[in-house]
């Protein structure tokens, strides 16, 4: 009988996602018994013209990490999607729009000039040249794919059977998917294939979670040495434990919480949170006694929150593309 037909595609991202895949060590031969690889250009020698002369839906799934931030990666979701039968959001950015979504706060001429203009330190460009989409060269026309001013998750530009979160997902996770979607066993549409728990809830520091939390000042994990054994919050240190979905360890704490760091929030929401920034926003004021609660008399709350360096970078570090807020206001993409 034919093998299954998988697909691998990076869209907006590190890289670390190819890399998870990869780190899949002797299980990536698992795989390859299972089932036929036919796309992953970030490892084989594959073409776009490979895809398109593919029938629709040959493809029994496709993986696509990265964020949708480029024509480029819009008309190859586009591509995979129609050619698959199941398209699986792979990794934080293209579930979320991740680190790159960050750049919602901008547009791409802002973000240009910061990197190639007189606002970049670095940049020696005194003729102020900025990627074009076509330039002309002796040996031919050069082109760049147009580069959106809004970054987008992958199930804002098509749609997506599965999601396997995480920066980057974890090779158990992703090998679990791998051998539920090949099984008859498929999971409802949308499903987020991580447990549906939040960090918090396996995190063995919650004992020390407070209740109600009195602080004098918000710390950054950089400049104090955290106690191994305190929950982050308890020690003043933002942590998005109580918003962020598990499933970064297979068992234990958290990635970051192991390595005495706060979670960042990679995971993704847990069931039941729209909003990550919105959430992690609500869950600070209730313990800080927002409400009129004694112990918060004497401190100024506003002062204490504006000892977030980037409340905005930090509340929504991966999800601000699919939050309420999506980016900064301005003209539609064309
Ligand atoms: S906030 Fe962070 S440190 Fe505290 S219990 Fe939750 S995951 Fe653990
Ligand atoms: S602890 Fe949080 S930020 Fe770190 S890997 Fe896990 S989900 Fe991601």
């Known amino acids: 009988m034919a093998k299954p037909k998988v697909a691998f595609y990076w869209c907006a991202s590190c ?67 129609k050619k698959s039968k199941i398209v699986v959001s792979f990794g ?34 005194p003729d102020n040249h900025v ?5 002309k060269v002796e040996e031919g026309e050069l082109t760049l794919p147009k580069l959106f001013n809004t970054v987008k998750s992958l199930d804002q530009v098509v749609d997506v059977d599965y999601y396997l979160p995480g920066c980057s997902p974890e090779p158990y996770l992703t090998m679990n998917a791998i051998k539920k979607i090949l099984s008859s066993d498929l999971p409802a549409k949308g499903t987020v294939l991580a447990p549906a728990k939040s960090l918090c809830d396996v995190c063995s520091r919650n004992d020390s979670k407070p209740e109600k939390l009195s602080l004098e000042k918000i710390q950054r994990v950089a400049t104090v040495q955290p106690d191994p054994e305190k929950c982050f919050l308890a020690q ?4 998005m434990g109580p918003v962020t979905r598990f499933g970064c360890k297979e068992e234990g704490d958290g990635r970051c919480i192991s390595a005495n760091m706060p979670c960042r929030g990679c995971y993704g929401p847990p069931p039941g949170v729209l909003d990550v920034g919105a959430k992690m926003v ?26 977030i360096p980037d409340p905005a970078g930090t509340f929504y570090r991966f999800s601000l593309p699919i939050s309420m807020l999506k980016r900064k206001r301005m003209s539609e993409d064309k």
């Not at 991740?98 to 000039?113: H, M, Q, R, V």
């Not at 003043?236 to 942590?239: A, S, V």
């Open 282 to 307: 609500s869950a600070l004021a209730s313990i800080l006694g927002l409400e009129g609660e004694e112990e918060m008399k004497d401190i100024d709350v506003e002062k204490l929150m504006a000892q």
């Open 15 to 81: 890289g670390g996602c190819e890399e998870a895949i990869v780190d899949l060590n002797e299980d990536i031969l698992k795989v390859a018994e299972l089932v036929n690889i036919v796309f992953w250009p970030c490892a084989m020698d594959f073409k776009y013209e490979d895809v398109r002369n593919m029938k629709n839906g040959e493809i029994t799934v496709s993986f696509i990490n990265g964020a949708i931030r480029t024509k480029e990666n819009q008309e190859m979701a586009k591509l995979l999607r």
């Open 236 to 239: 003043g240190i933002i942590c």
């Open 92 to 125: 934080a950015c293209s579930h979320m729009g991740g680190i790159p979504g960050l750049a919602n706060f901008w547009d791409k001429e802002t973000i240009f000039e910061s990197s190639y203009g007189k606002s970049c330190p670095s940049a020696e460009n």
């Open 131 to 135: 990627p074009q989409e076509r330039w």
